[in-house]
C-alpha cells in the first residue's frame, strides 16, 4: 500500500498482482493502523469490498475497465452520497442516513473499476479545520498520534498518508482539501470551482464547494482529476476547466504576495516557503514578490459569506424529512428547533447563527453584502496577479499541524489560520497543496500553488513542481 | 458589536434553534467574536469594490424544466424519522 495509486494500477493491469489482493492489503492496513488514527466513519463490510474487488478484477481482465486506476482502492469523505452506504456528514444530524443515490464523482471512480473501502471522517458539516468537530470523535495525525490531522477532510488526508487507501476524495470550501494534506505530507488538489460536479456532495456553501483529491503525488492527482472533470447535467454551476495559457519557451513566473512578510508565520514555515522559492529561482524560474491587494479582507469576506450559504443550507434540517429528529415535539416549531439543536454540534450552530446574523435585514448591507462585492474585489485581484505571473506560490498554513484541543476554547482563533487558502476559494481558482519538507520535530509542511486553471496546469507546469 | 439577550432570542429564532439556556452567555460572547471578524470589513472601501454580487460563475445552460428523475419515494421516504405509507409526519398543526 505504499506504492502510488498509478503504480499500483499499472501492476493490477500487468497481472503482477490483481484487485483482491489491493483490498486485502488495505483491509490489512486498517486493521493495523486504525485503532490509533481514527480515519474512518465507516470502513465498508468486507465481503462488499471483497465483491467490488473481484468485479473490478473481472472488468479489467475482460477489459472492461482498463482506466489507470482499475482495482485500486480508495476511500470517500463522508459528505459525499454513496447509495445504501450511510452517509453522516460527520454529524449526528444524519446518523442514520443512507443516500438513494451516489454522488456524481464517485460514480465516475466507480465506473473507472476503483474499489470503494469507507467513508472518512470531517469536521461535522466541514465546517472546521482540524477533523475535531466530528461527532465520531477526532482523528488523529499519522506523524504524531496529539496532533491533528487538519481538516476538514482530516480523515481523508490521514488515510492516505497511512497508507490505509491509495488516494481519496475529499471537499474543499475554504481549505479543506490543501490544509489536512500540508499537515499530513500529501498532496492536496482543489480544482476550480465548477469543474467537477457537486451532485451527491452535501452542501455547506455552495459557492465556494469544490470536489477535491487527496493522493501521494501530483501524478495520481492528476489520475484522478482526469476520472473527475466532466460535465454532469446534474450541476448547473458545472464549467469546462479553464486551460492556463504560457508563452513556450519562456520561463516561469511565480508571484509571492508581498503582504506574507508581514503575516504571523512560523518561522520554520517560512523558511521552507524561501528555500522553495530559491530551488524555483535554481531551476530558471522568474520568482518575485508583488502586492496582492485586499489579503487583510479575505479572511473576514470568507467567513461571512461560507455561513450566510450554510445557515441557508442547512435549513433543509428539520427532523421531519430526514435527519434526527427530537421525541415527543408538540408543535412544528418545537419538533424543528429541538431537532436542530440536538442534532447539530456547536460548530455548527455557530456558524447557523453567525450566516442568520448577517444574512437579516437590518445587518445585511453591512456584512453579507459588503463581502460579495469585496469578493468581486478579490477576484479581480487575482485575475491581475495571474495576468504577470503562471503560479502563486504561498504557505498552505502559517504553522505545522496543531495539537489537538489548541481552539477548544476559542474556536474563531482558528479561522485566522484559514488566511491562505480562502483566497483562491473565494476567487474560485485551482488551488494545490504540495509537501516541500519538514520541521525539526518530524511535521510535514506543504506549499500552496494557485493556478489559472486546472486543465493545463499538468501538462505545462506539473512535472516541474517535483519537490524532494 | 454587543449581542443583547433580545438580539440573540431573535437570530435563534430565525435559525429554528432553541439555544437552552445555559448555552445562551457562550452563544452571545461566540456570535460577538465572530462578528468582530466581519467587523473588519467595513474598514475596505467597497465604493469601488465591483457592483456585481452575483455567483462566482455565471450558470450554465440550465436544462428544461421537464421532471427527470426517476420515483424515488420509497427510497426517500427509508430516510424519513417517521414516515408514515405515503408520507411524512409532523406534530398537529392545525388546532
Redesign the interface.
Known amino acids: 500500500m505504499d506504492m502510488s495509486a498509478l503504480e499500483l494500477g499499472k501492476r493490477i493491469r500487468e497481472g503482477k498482482t490483481d484487485a483482491v489482493a489491493a483490498a486485502k492489503a488495505a483491509l490489512d492496513r486498517i486493521r493495523e493502523k486504525e485503532e490509533n488514527l481514527g480515519a474512518f466513519i465507516c470502513v465498508l463490510p468486507e465481503e462488499t469490498i471483497l465483491k467490488a474487488a473481484e468485479d473490478a478484477q473481472r472488468r479489467i481482465e475482460s477489459k472492461e475497465a482498463l482506466s489507470p486506476l482499475a482495482g485500486v482502492p480508495f476511500a470517500v469523505k463522508d459528505n459525499l452520497c454513496v447509495k445504501d452506504c450511510p452517509t453522516t456528514c460527520g454529524s449526528k444530524m444524519l446518523k ?3 443516500p ?2 451516489t454522488a456524481h464523482a464517485v460514480t465516475r471512480l466507480l465506473d473507472a473499476g476503483a474499489v470503494l473501502i469507507g467513508k472518512t471522517n470531517m469536521d461535522e458539516f466541514a465546517m472546521g479545520s482540524t477533523t475535531e468537530t466530528s461527532f465520531y470523535g477526532a482523528t488523529k495525525n499519522p506523524y504524531d498520534p496529539l496532533r491533528s490531522p487538519g481538516g476538514s477532510s482530516g480523515g481523508s488526508a490521514a488515510a492516505v498518508a497511512a497508507g490505509e487507501v491509495s488516494f481519496a476524495l475529499g471537499t474543499d470550501t475554504g481549505g479543506s482539501v490543501r490544509q489536512p494534506a500540508s499537515h499530513c505530507g500529501i498532496v492536496g488538489f482543489k480544482p476550480g ?2 469543474t467537477v460536479s457537486r451532485s451527491g456532495l452535501i452542501a455547506y456553501a455552495s ?2 464547494d469544490v470536489v477535491g483529491v487527496l493522493a501521494k503525488d501530483l501524478a495520481d492527482a492528476e489520475a484522478v482529476l482526469n476520472l473527475l472533470m466532466d460535465k454532469d ?1 446534474a450541476d ?4 469546462e476547466a479553464a486551460i492556463g495559457e504560457r508563452e513556450d519557451g519562456k520561463p516561469l513566473r511565480i508571484g509571492v504576495p508581498k503582504s506574507l512578510r508581514e503575516d504571523p508565520m512560523d518561522q520554520e514555515v517560512r523558511a521552507l516557503l524561501m528555500k522553495t522559492a530559491e530551488e524555483w529561482r535554481e531551476k530558471g524560474a522568474e520568482v518575485s514578490e508583488f502586492d496582492l491587494a ?1 489579503t ?2 479575505f ?3 470568507y ?2 459569506i461560507a ?1 450566510a450559504e450554510a ?1 441557508s443550507n442547512l ?1 433543509r434540517y ?8 427530537a421525541q415527543n ?4 416549531t ?5 431537532s ?2 440536538e442534532g ?1 454540534g456547536e460548530e455548527v ?2 456558524r ?3 450566516g ?3 444574512l ?1 435585514r437590518e445587518y445585511y448591507d ?2 453579507y ?9 478579490i ?2 485581484a487575482y485575475e491581475e496577479a495571474l495576468s504577470s505571473y503562471d503560479l502563486l506560490l504561498t504557505p498552505v498554513t502559517p504553522s505545522p499541524a496543531p495539537l489537538l484541543g489548541t481552539f477548544e476554547k ?3 482563533r482558528m ?1 485566522a489560520d484559514d488566511l491562505y487558502t480562502v483566497g483562491p476559494s473565494l ?2 481558482l485551482p488551488a494545490v497543496s504540495i509537501p516541500v519538507g519538514k520541521t525539526r520535530s518530524g511535521l510535514p509542511v506543504g506549499m500552496q500553488y494557485v493556478v489559472k486553471g486546472s486543465a493545463g496546469f499538468f501538462d505545462d507546469v506539473s512535472a516541474r513542481l517535483v519537490h524532494e | 458589536m454587543k449581542i443583547t439577550d433580545e438580539m440573540l432570542e431573535r437570530v435563534a429564532a430565525l435559525s429554528g434553534l432553541a439555544l437552552p439556556a445555559e448555552k445562551k452567555d457562550k452563544a452571545k460572547k461566540d456570535l460577538e467574536e465572530m462578528l468582530a471578524l466581519s467587523d473588519r470589513l467595513s474598514a475596505f472601501d467597497t465604493a469601488e469594490a465591483a457592483e456585481e454580487t452575483g455567483p462566482v460563475l455565471a450558470l450554465g445552460d440550465l436544462r428544461e424544466d421537464i421532471v427527470q428523475n426517476p420515483d424515488g419515494k420509497e427510497a426517500l421516504l427509508k430516510n424519513a424519522p417517521d414516515g408514515r405509507e405515503e408520507g411524512l409526519t409532523v406534530p398537529k398543526w392545525i388546532s
Open positions: 442514520d442516513y443512507v438513494a443515490y470551482y465548477g459557492s465556494l447535467p448547473m454551476t458545472g464549467v485586499l487583510e479582507a479572511v473576514p469576506v467567513y461571512t455561513t445557515s435549513e428539520d427532523g421531519v424529512k430526514y435527519g434526527h429528529r415535539a408538540g408543535s412544528i418545537d419538533l424543528t428547533e429541538r436542530r439543536e447539530f450552530k455557530r447557523i447563527l453567525m442568520t446574523f448577517v437579516s453591512a456584512y453584502r459588503r463581502a460579495l462585492r469585496l469578493r468581486a474585489a477576484r479581480r476559542s474556536p474563531v479561522y476567487a474560485g
